[in-house]
Each structure stands twice: as structure tokens, then as C-alpha cells.
């Protein structure tokens, strides 16, 4: 009988709730735990035949650009599914910087040593910053108060902070040598990313720059990068064949397309 993929929606109340599950991505294990949303879906991505469009946009995106032997700077890495992902891309290493303590732990179990953990937060300058974390799931924790407004129901009535190390993405470059691709998912810090990175953006600029960028962040970003990248796009999935879609950065989400967190891309290139 002909099959066809299911969106993760369809399945999405027959997916346990408790417990854990362990799969390979790219060969390296990783465990997902299933109280948490996002992990769910991910254990159901890797499972089954289904899509999940929020995972499966950056995987899409990795396997665009990620050229084999690439050195990839992963801010924001969370539990490493990205990291692993960017391996099994092609990546030959992956620096991944992962401030929350709970979330830095599972990160740095993972059985590789091609994911190099960091416990920072990525920033403007090296030192101690306050981290809001999400008491809604395991991702989305902020430096940002503007990235607090605009989500306030993740947060909680009343904040839970955190004291964070802070370092720059020169402090990484110096430390781990220079990075092909950057990949940031910094919660509305990363325009203080590319401040961090001066040094980096006049020497040895990555080829190519992946950004989860919310509001108006997406503007001030491009005008950071308009001497080094000055190809930027919105992407998008289209729902007709479940493909990259590279549109303008000021475009916004139509019918046409599969409803993601907004991604970006900067190229200092043409995108083909």
C-alpha cells in the first residue's frame, strides 16, 4: 500500500510522556528524555517516518552547507542534537557552547570526542552574565529581558536566575581555531555575538552564518554583516516538497510554508 509522512502533530498525543529513549544520530548515541516537548518530537523524528519541522529545518540547513572537514562553532547546543546532526552532516568537529548547568551535563556525556563542550554563554565579552532560565521545557533560557517580554508564559510569573560564564566567540576562535560555520540559537543574544566576534569577522570570517533571530533582531544582525555577508536569507519548508526555501530576510511565513521558529541564513556568497 502507498505510504505517506505524517506531521508530528498527527502523532503527537500517542507519544509517551515519561521515560527515556536512546537513539544514534550520526553512529553516537544520545538519550532523549520524554517529559520534555521537544525531546518527544525529536524520539519520534528519528523513529518514524514522520516530520517534524522544527528539527528538521536545521538538519535541512546542515546538509545545505556543512562541506565535509568543516570546524562549526554550535551556540546554544542545548542537550548536542545539533552538534550530532552537524556531524553527520560532515562536520569534522563541533565546538558547542551550552551555559545551562543541566543541559551542559548531557551535552558533555555524549560519547565523542568531535563535540567539544563548553559551559559558556556566548556574548559581547568574557565574564559573568544573568541567565533567565525557562521553567516552561528545557530550551529558550535568555540573557535577553527583551527576549523575557516577548515570551513571558516560558518564564513563569516569578524568574528563576542564574550566574553564567560568559566568553566571546574570539575567545573560541583563539582557544579552538577558526570556524567554517557558526550556528546561534542565543536567545536574542546574537547581535552581542557578533560583537564578541570583531576580531573573528576581519580575519577569518566563517563561510557561513545560521541565526534563530526573533522580532527586528534580524535587521540589526544583517547590518552587522553587511560587509562580510552580505547574502542574507529567511528559510523556509515548503509544505509541497519539503525543501529549503531561501527568501528574502524581510519575508514572513506563508501558506505555503511549514511553521518554524525564524531561521536565517548569511552567506558571504550567492546561496545555490
Not at 65 to 84: C, E, M, P, R, S
Amino acid at each position: 500500500m502507498p505510504t505517506r509522512e505524517l506531521l508530528y502533530t498527527e502523532i503527537e498525543s500517542l507519544i509517551r510522556e515519561h521515560g527515556k529513549a536512546s537513539f544514534e544520530i550520526g553512529s553516537i548515541p544520545i538519550t532523549l528524555e520524554l517529559s520534555h516537548r521537544h525531546e518527544r518530537y525529536y524520539a519520534a523524528s528519528l523513529l518514524l517516518d514522520i516530520r517534524y519541522p522544527q528539527g528538521d529545518v536545521d538538519r535541512a540547513l546542515f546538509r545545505h552547507f556543512v562541506k565535509a572537514g568543516d570546524q562549526v562553532l554550535d551556540a546554544g547546543a542545548n542537550i548536542g542534537v545539533t552538534a550530532l546532526e552537524l556531524l553527520e552532516a560532515g562536520a569534522r568537529r563541533v565546538i558547542a557552547a551550552e551555559p545551562i548547568p543541566e543541559l551542559f551535563a548531557r551535552l558533555a556525556s555524549l560519547p565523542t570526542d568531535r563535540v567539544v563542550p563548553i559551559e559558556q554563554a556566548i556574548s559581547a565579552a568574557p565574564g559573568q552574565a544573568t541567565m533567565t532560565v525557562s521553567l516552561a521545557h528545557n530550551q529558550g533560557s535568555s540573557l535577553k529581558d527583551e527576549v523575557l517580554a516577548l515570551f513571558p508564559s516560558i518564564f513563569g510569573d516569578t524568574h528563576r536566575t542564574l550566574s553564567v560564564a560568559t566568553t566571546t566567540i574570539d575567545a573560541l576562535r583563539a582557544e579552538h581555531g577558526s570556524f567554517d560555520i557558526w550556528k546561534l540559537d542565543i536567545e536574542g543574544a546574537e547581535v552581542d555575538a557578533l560583537a564578541g566576534a570583531r576580531e573573528t569577522l576581519t580575519h577569518r570570517p566563517p563561510r557561513i552564518i545560521i541565526a534563530e533571530l526573533y522580532g527586528e533582531l534580524r535587521h540589526t544582525f544583517r547590518e552587522h554583516l553587511r560587509d562580510t555577508h552580505p547574502h542574507g536569507h529567511r528559510v523556509f519548508l515548503r509544505k509541497s516538497d519539503y525543501q529549503l526555501d531561501f527568501a528574502d530576510v524581510d519575508a514572513e511565513p506563508g501558506e505555503s510554508h511549514h511553521h518554524t521558529s525564524p531561521m536565517f541564513v548569511f552567506s558571504q556568497k550567492p546561496i545555490v
